[in-house]
């Protein structure tokens, strides 16, 4: 199946811009992201195949715009709530908080 994260090898979509000595995160909130996938796959929440498919799943404008931890983010998001653990709802809710200062 090919779809929009199906870009790898393709001609035509330029270089690959790399950062001189490019961090592995380039925020707090990444290694945060990746913390929580790490925790979510040995906690066997989901497992490997579970988490590529529910990236692949993303729209594919959200894909393209998503940096690459937004995407992992969005994903875990996606299952959390598939599998009835968090729904989205809260997840939503709780952003929202967040977004507005509150703790």
């Known amino acids: 199946m090919n779809g ?3 870009l790898g090898g ?7 811009l790399r950062e ?3 961090p592995v995160f380039h925020g707090d909130w990444e290694r945060r992201v990746f913390a929580v996938f790490i925790a979510t796959i040995v906690g066997g929440l989901f497992n490997d195949d579970e988490f590529r498919q529910a990236r692949e799943r993303l729209e594919p404008a959200r894909y393209l715009k998503a940096p690459y931890y937004e995407q992992w983010l969005l994903a875990i998001q ?3 709530d598939e599998k009835g653990i968090i729904k989205k ?3 939503e809710a709780r952003m929202k908080k967040l977004a507005t200062g509150a703790a």
Not at 10 to 16: I, Q
């Open 4 to 6: 929009i994260h199906d």
């Open 10 to 16: 393709m001609d035509g979509l330029g270089p690959v």
């Open 20 to 22: 001189a000595n490019e």
């Open 78 to 80: 996606r299952l959390l």
């Open 89 to 91: 709802a809260d997840i």
